[in-house]
């Protein structure tokens, strides 16, 4: 070492040396066990395995193999009706149940035997409306009344100022093809925002006096026409 160097490094404490030896030693044997390369992961193998999607039914939400237990469908009461259906808890619920108390209140007084709600796959045809059943977003009203005029003109009007009242998220099999009367479901995806909308909305009716299902309407009042006849058109065109 040089003179001039020994004079610089004189003038340095000795602790302040010490200490930074000891750091270049640290870091020198952290870098003998670093990896000199990334290991490459074997050719052709998948970062990880593909993961399986859910069945569905045709409106996309996915299927229940059974009710009340592990389970999104439940039996629920029908209020002010004494009804039960098994349908999917939650916004769903709301929705179908304010459905079937209007049609109970206002088209046909309904029995235990009119009314259904989820069944398994198995029994439905994939891809079609009757699937929803599956998912718990649909009810069947008088479940063999099915075919094409099973209803007189007042109550189809009635049913008409029903998914108008529901704004375009339910849909009647009876705008299907083949027509099915009798078929009552949700036609929005789960990640719609109108089918929580619509739940909200009728929840806070139900919970305010005067409102909600129960409360008498004038189906044929004209601008409750006008709305029901643009849906008609709206859900028949789609």
């Not at 004494?82 to 939650?90: A, K, N, Y």
């Not at 100022?161 to 009647?172: H, M, P, T, Y």
């Not at 929840?203 to 044929?220: H, I, K, M, S």
Request: proline share 6%; aromatic share 4%.
């Amino acid at each position: 070492m040089s003179d001039n160097a020994r004079s610089s490094m004189s003038g340095i404490p000795r602790r302040i040396l010490v200490k930074g030896a000891g750091v270049i030693a640290v870091a020198a044997a952290a870098g003998s066990f670093a990896p000199a390369t990334a290991v490459a992961s074997p050719a052709g193998a998948p970062l990880s395995a593909p993961r399986k999607k859910a069945p569905t039914s045709a409106n996309g939400w996915i299927l229940e193999e059974e009710a009340n237990h592990v389970s999104t469908v439940w039996t629920r009461p029908v209020p002010g009706t004494g009804l039960e259906v098994d349908v999917r808890i939650g916004d769903v619920e709301a929705i179908l149940l304010h459905v079937v108390r209007r049609y109970h209140y206002e088209v046909e007084q309904l029995n235990h035997v009119d009314l259904a709600g989820w069944q398994r796959i198995g029994g439905l045809e994939k891809g079609r409306p009757e699937s929803n059943l599956a998912s718990g977003t649909a009810v069947r009203i008088r479940p063999g009344a099915g075919a094409s005029g099973s209803l007189f003109p007042l109550q189809v009007l009635t049913v008409r100022d029903i998914l108008a009242d529901c704004e375009g998220v339910v849909r009647w099999g009876g705008d299907d093809s083949p027509v099915d009367e009798s078929l009552f479901y949700v036609d929005r995806g789960p990640d719609d925002a109108s089918v929580r909308g619509l739940a909200d909305r009728l929840r806070l009716a139900e919970a305010t006096p005067g409102q909600g299902a129960g409360v008498a309407v004038d189906v044929l009042a004209p601008s409750r026409r006008e709305r029901a006849k643009k849906l008609v058109k709206e859900q028949r065109a789609g």
